[in-house]
């Protein structure tokens, strides 16, 4: 790794599969808003290493949020069986 948006994209694709894998043991977890991280986090990282560097912090710190905003989906209720 050669610069801080390599660590940052690498750390939040982590996050994104790591998660992903998580719910998938679960329930079966929509797959597009894993593949926005994921393609955010290179596209920040090409960004920043092209010397576009408020665009790359721009477009990790979006991937990060995404990242929160599908890690505090609440799991599905089972249903209670009728009695």
Excluded at 28 to 50: E, K
Excluded at 58 to 74: N, R, T
Aim: glycine share 8%.
């Amino acid at each position: 790794m050669t610069s801080i948006f390599d660590l940052g994209a690498v750390s939040l694709f982590i996050g994104a599969v790591g998660l992903f894998l998580y719910r998938l043991k679960f329930e079966d977890p929509r797959l597009m808003p894993y593949l926005v991280i994921i393609a955010t986090c290179a596209l920040g990282n090409w960004a920043g290493n092209s010397g576009a560097a408020l665009a790359g912090i721009a477009l990790l710190s979006a991937a990060a949020f995404l990242l929160m905003h599908v890690a505090s989906e609440p799991f599905p209720q089972e249903e209670e069986p009728a009695e």
